[in-house]
């Protein structure tokens, strides 16, 4: 330890300072001067014709070069503290003794009372104190055992240093020996602070308290009366060397920092213990998931103030001390990319209330273990790669406020031990791949407040048992195999704020349950056989800013309570058999979309059609499109809705045998040399636009999507699979429908190209942001040619060319390529709103010599009848000529001439 501290001193053969002297203190300056000056003299006894320090110190005296440590332990250690129960000794020390300090710590370092005991101890010293110790250098001069401790420990202080020392007395034999010491020990304060030339007096206090200058008295009375040293500088008050003091003083700050830091590690360690089995199980955890880097745990996990246990921190762990063990009640481990199984290390955690591993790539199943979490009020495995069936021992979690497993490749039917949860709030499931009717005994989780479950194949009958869930808020049952109809108790959900139910099969629904629905901000009942006519109470809801009610069976007229809505921005009934004309006012102050698209209306357009940031599909409908930018086009189109014909608008020597189409980029040539025409029109949530030779309708709308509206997606990696990368590199996208007619072409049979390239998902099997999954149907001339399409999976990844190649036929001039989202795939991954059909270009040309076999028939018919009126007429001139003939020759002997009618 005194090598540690560097308290080891060296009395040097000469003084190694200069100008650190402690003999030549100035001629002509009176000593009396200077104590007064420096406040030191005695109030008893004035100091008078006092020696010189020069001549206390014998410069001729012996320099030898000794090791003299500044205290003497004799091997002894020097441990920080007394050990626990260990019995006080009494103390020796002068010091001590003289000051009153009793067991304080003096000085630097901290001295213990029963160290310097032991001191005494072991060098024989009886407990009447009485001994003779000899020093083996200095056997002549020997202190007297009756009147001398063995020890004299006595306090040295320098005029600027901070930090006081002490020195032992008793192995020194002279004043030489003891200014030889102290130069040695504050040599370095005295060059560093005073600089050539400086000069210090050396003071001591005696029994008395008086203050005198060393030298004044012989040896032996001097180190029987002194009780202090103090080394001073000359020349006045308040010359401190400042780098001294800063060196110094920095150690002092430094050294008290510490002992704060142990004082309160210390503190932490006796008021926090955390349960060794949970920290235990915690750092296997960490090592399981590789989680070293963003979490490491070298003190208790339980730390008060903890950077791991803000709100903000992930990984995040909390606990809760407030009985006399900590235990981890929250861990977070969110979207940070970790992979392989749950360990289960993970259920030894039994004091959990919130478990959130949600956005990772776990894999594997959901060990049964997780039942053993009695206490969990949240848990959240939303989007990951868990496989196997959703375990029945989930409910045992009776104390569940949020469920999330949504977004897995779970499979089976979910467990009915879910419906123990009755204390569930929310549920989301959707995408999780479960199979099946939906249990019954779910009709116990009357508490839900948010149920997400579309995206997975559920059968049977849409649950009745839902219409008794009153606190429900959100309810989104999208993309299923359930059949309808929507059951009428759904109308007592009256704190419905979100409704998206769609894809129903089988029997037809009614809207006639929402008539009390008024707090309703979405309302999607996209594909749902819907028949009969739109309520007009609809119209009053006045929180309503999203409704879709397309691709249904819709009839009669559009209320018009629609006119008065007030916060509606999207508006959505396309694809029904909607009559009449659209209300004068339907386009209300918020309303940003509009569509009517392939409805049986009439009329005119309405007010305010042509106002800035509004768009409308008026497509396949009689409305009179006059003012809309692609007028003809919508007249060239309403051919499509019912039964009726469309027919060339172009003369027969310009009618189109094909056409290719860049979708959502800008045109380009094919390295086989084929003209894809442009597709770079920005389109918005209710748009139609045509080109010269086909045209391109969009509907929807990324209801949730943060980052605002997306209709083109792009890229700028490498396509691969192809030697058209460019080809693919940009894609038109939508959330609901998007549809291509090619215009004005010959009828015949036809090879139909659709280009694919997934550039908005990505792949990546180490990041969740891999685990999206785009699924959309696609229909040729109202035909179905791909259900639930997948591009990833059918090209093997992301930003891989893929082509799909069907024939068709075409017989009225038209082709309609479909591409419509039914509700299925994820919705949310990489990114809110990253679902819906995408394509990135098509190509249409017609069969070599395939044209349409009735256009043949009647070809032959007509040469038929060409050459059978042919046959006729030159009969017929032979006839004439042959009977001219025959007349001529008669006439010659029998002449009639005709003449009028005798007279009677």
């Not at 005198?212 to 008050?237: N, Y």
């Not at 309160?264 to 006796?270: D, I």
């Not at 009985?323 to 481990?333: M, P």
Request: neutral net charge; glycine residues 10%; contains cysteine.
């Amino acid at each position: 330890m005194e090598l540690q501290l560097g308290l080891s001193l060296a009395l040097p053969v000469h003084n190694p300072v200069k100008g650190f002297d402690m003999r030549n203190h100035g001629d002509g300056v009176e000593k009396k001067e200077i104590l007064v000056g420096l406040g030191l003299e005695s109030t008893k006894n004035q100091v008078r014709n006092k020696r010189s320090f020069d001549l206390a110190f014998d410069e001729s005296a012996g320099n030898e070069s000794k090791m003299l440590p500044l205290l003497l332990w004799s091997g002894q250690p020097n441990e920080e503290g007394d050990e626990k129960g260990q019995k006080r000794r009494d103390s020796v020390s002068v010091i001590t003794k003289n000051e009153g300090e009793g067991n304080h710590v003096v000085g630097w370092p901290p001295i213990k009372s029963w160290r310097k005991k032991m001191l005494h101890q072991h060098h024989g010293v009886g407990h009447d104190h009485h001994h003779h110790h000899q020093y083996p250098h200095h056997q002549n001069q020997i202190l007297e055992a009756n009147s001398m401790p063995m020890s004299m420990l006595v306090k040295v202080k320098m005029e600027g240093v901070g930090i006081v020392r002490k020195i032992d007395i008793r192995p020194h034999h002279s004043y030489q020996t003891l200014k030889d010491t102290l130069i040695t020990m504050f040599s370095k304060c005295g060059r560093e602070g005073g600089g050539a030339g400086a000069e210090y007096i050396l003071a001591y206090q005696d029994k008395h308290g008086d203050w005198l200058l060393v030298a004044d008295v012989p040896w032996q009375t001097f180190i029987k009366s002194v009780q202090r040293l103090q080394i001073l500088r000359k020349g006045g008050l308040n010359l401190r060397p400042p780098i001294c003091k800063s060196i110094l003083f920095s150690i002092e700050i430094l050294s008290f920092s510490l002992l704060l830091l142990l004082s309160a590690l210390q503190r932490v360690s006796a008021q926090l213990a955390t349960d060794p089995n949970e920290v235990s199980a915690l750092n296997k955890i960490i090592d399981h998931w590789d989680l070293g880097n963003q979490l490491s745990l070298t003190i208790d996990p339980c730390m008060p103030n903890a950077t791991w246990a803000s709100n903000t921190a992930n990984p995040r762990v909390l606990c809760d001390c407030a009985g006399s063990t900590c235990h981890i009640t929250h861990l977070k481990i969110y979207a940070l990319d970790i992979l392989g199984e749950i360990p289960r290390e993970l259920f030894e955690l039994k004091e959990l209330i919130d478990l959130n591993l949600g956005q990772n790539v776990l894999s594997g199943p959901i060990p049964a273990e997780i039942g053993q979490l009695s206490k969990l009020q949240y848990l959240s495995l939303g989007i990951n790669n868990l496989t196997g069936p959703v375990p029945p021992e989930i409910g045992n979690l009776s104390k569940l406020l949020s469920l999330s497993f949504g977004s897995n490749q779970f499979s089976g039917p979910l467990p009915m031990e879910l419906g123990k949860l009755t204390t569930l709030q929310e549920l989301y499931l959707d995408s999780s791949g479960v199979t099946g009717p939906i249990p019954q005994e779910l009709a116990n989780l009357k508490s839900l407040k948010t149920l997400w479950a579309s995206d997975n194949l559920f059968t049977g009958k849409l649950p009745e048992f839902l219409g008794i869930f009153a606190e429900l808020k959100d309810l989104r049952l999208e993309g299923t195999l359930l059949e309808g109809p929507i059951p009428s108790n759904f109308g007592a959900l009256v704190k419905l704020d979100i409704l998206r139910v769609g894809d129903l099969g089988e029997e037809d629904s009614s809207l006639g349950f929402l008539e009390n629905l008024t707090s309703l901000s979405t309302l999607s009942l996209r594909n749902c056989r819907v028949s009969g006519k739109i309520p007009e109470q609809i119209g009053n809801f006045a929180k309503l800013q999203y409704l879709d009610l397309s691709f249904n069976k819709l009839t009669g007229q559009i209320p018009n309570s629609f006119q008065e809505f007030t916060v509606l921005q999207f508006l959505y009934l396309g694809d029904n058999n909607l009559s009449g004309e659209l209300p004068a006012n339907i386009v209300t102050p918020k309303l940003i979309a509009l569509d009517v698209s392939f409805n049986p209306m009439s009329g005119n357009l309405p007010l305010n059609f042509a106002r800035t940031g509004f768009s409308m599909n008026v497509l396949g409908t009689s409305i009179n499109g006059n003012g809309l930018p692609d007028r003809g086009g919508f007249g060239l189109l309403n051919c499509l809705q019912g039964d009726a014909k469309c027919t060339n608008q172009l003369p027969s020597f310009i009618v189109a045998a094909s056409f290719s189409i860049k979708c959502g980029g800008t045109g380009q040539t094919s390295a086989s040399g084929i003209e894809y025409d442009d597709d770079s029109e920005t389109l918005g949530a209710a748009s139609f636009y045509k080109s010269s030779r086909w045209a391109v309708s969009s509907t929807g709308n990324f209801v949730f999507n943060s980052n605002g509206p997306r209709y083109i997606a792009s890229t700028d990696s490498q396509i691969t699979e192809t030697l058209e990368s460019e080809l693919y590199k940009t894609a038109r996208l939508s959330p609901s429908s998007l549809r291509y007619f090619g215009l004005d072409l010959m009828n015949g049979k036809y090879i139909v190209e659709l280009h694919f390239a997934e550039i908005a998902m990505e792949d990546d099997t180490s990041s969740w942001k891999g685990l999206g999954r785009r699924i959309f149907d696609v229909y040729i001339q109202g035909e179905r040619v791909l259900q639930d399409f997948n591009i990833q999976k059918e090209a093997g990844g992301s930003k891989r060319a893929l082509i799909k190649t069907f024939e068709t036929n075409v017989s009225n001039t038209i082709m309609n390529i479909h591409f419509m989202w039914a509700g299925k795939g994820t919705c949310c991954i990489p990114l809110q709103g990253t679902y819906g059909p995408l394509v990135s270009a098509i190509n249409v040309r017609q069969v070599p010599g395939a044209g349409n076999s009735a256009n043949r028939g009647r070809k032959r018919v007509r040469r038929i009848v060409g050459i059978s009126l042919g046959c006729a007429a030159a009969v017929m001139i032979v006839s004439s000529v042959f009977y001219l003939w025959w007349i001529k020759d008669d006439a010659a002997g029998h002449m009639r001439v005709q003449t009028d009618i005798p007279k009677k």
